[in-house]
Nanobody, 122 residues
Framework: QVQLVESGGGLVQPGGSLRLSCAASGFSFRHYAMGWVRQAPGKGLEWVSSITNGGSSTGYADSVKGRFTISRDNAENTLYLQMNSLRPDDTAVYYC???????????????RGQGTQVTVSS
């Protein structure tokens, strides 16, 4: 059974940083592309970033490009999202996602975790 467990969220001041983690289990992590999506209060899901199974290709939403970095450790079955220069409009629940293939481009994610809250406020 696929399990995706996010951690690392919290309250941070504007301009601050957070590192989200996603512990994956129940599947062969190194064979699948992974990603992050977020949902702000009262809004729909927004794609944030994705990474191929081996980590060679990544993608970012324009709203986070240059500030967020996605990475993965296939030996530890863990996905990361380093978030720098955080802004109030980054406030959202952040979800780890799993794709059905090694690549993410042109695909939709098939599963997501329970999410971790990120609040950016002074």
């Amino acid at each position: 059974q696929v399990q995706l467990v996010e951690s690392g969220g919290g309250l941070v001041q504007p301009g601050g940083s957070l590192r989200l983690s996603c512990a994956a289990s129940g599947f062969s992590f190194r064979h699948y592309a992974m990603g992050w999506v977020r949902q702000a209060p009262g809004k729909g899901l927004e794609w944030v970033s994705s990474i191929t199974n081996g980590g060679s290709s990544t993608g970012y939403a324009d709203s986070v490009k240059g500030r967020f970095t996605i990475s993965r450790d296939n030996a530890e079955n863990t996905l990361y999202l380093q978030m720098n220069s955080l802004r109030p409009d980054d406030t959202a629940v952040y979800y780890c996602t799993k794709y059905p293939d090694p690549v993410w481009s042109g695909r939709k994610f098939e599963q997501r975790g329970q999410g971790t809250q990120v609040t950016v406020s002074s």
